[in-house]
């Protein structure tokens, strides 16, 4: 069976920063550490996305998505059937949301 790709879609800096604009309210702004392992090995860093209220970064594409939902969209609610990262994080947009 062959399994054929979609092309990426490339992502331009303004939408990345219209996204982080829509989602600064909910996000936290996790650090990026540097991972020590000595002389001469790879300069690898760590983005630290267990610190948000959920623990996984799935919280930054659902702000993003729902705070891109039309208002009658909003009002008809927004469902998952993830019990897990992405269900979590649908929860914590939506409280946030609510005020």
């Given at each position: 069976?062959?399994?054929?790709?979609?092309?990426?879609?490339?992502?331009?800096?303004?939408?990345?920063?219209?996204?982080?604009?829509?989602i600064?309210?909910?996000?936290?702004?996790?650090?990026?550490?540097?991972?020590?392992?000595g002389?001469g090995?790879?300069?690898i860093?760590?983005?630290?996305e267990?610190?948000?209220?959920?623990?996984?970064?799935?919280?930054?594409?659902?702000?993003?998505?729902v705070?891109?939902l039309?208002?009658?969209?909003r009002?008809?609610?927004?469902?998952?059937?993830?019990?897990?990262?992405?269900?979590?994080?649908?929860?914590?947009?939506?409280?946030?949301?609510?005020?």
């Amino acid at each position: 069976m062959s399994v054929s790709l979609q092309p990426v879609r490339p992502i331009s800096l303004a939408a990345i920063e219209a996204a982080r604009a829509r989602i600064a309210g909910i996000i936290v702004r996790t650090p990026l550490v540097r991972l020590e392992l000595g002389p001469g090995q790879p300069d690898i860093r760590l983005k630290l996305e267990n610190l948000q209220p959920i623990n996984a970064y799935k919280l930054r594409g659902a702000a993003n998505a729902v705070a891109m939902l039309t208002d009658d969209e909003r009002r008809r609610g927004v469902w998952t059937i993830s019990a897990g990262n992405a269900g979590s994080s649908r929860f914590v947009v939506g409280e946030e949301l609510k005020g």
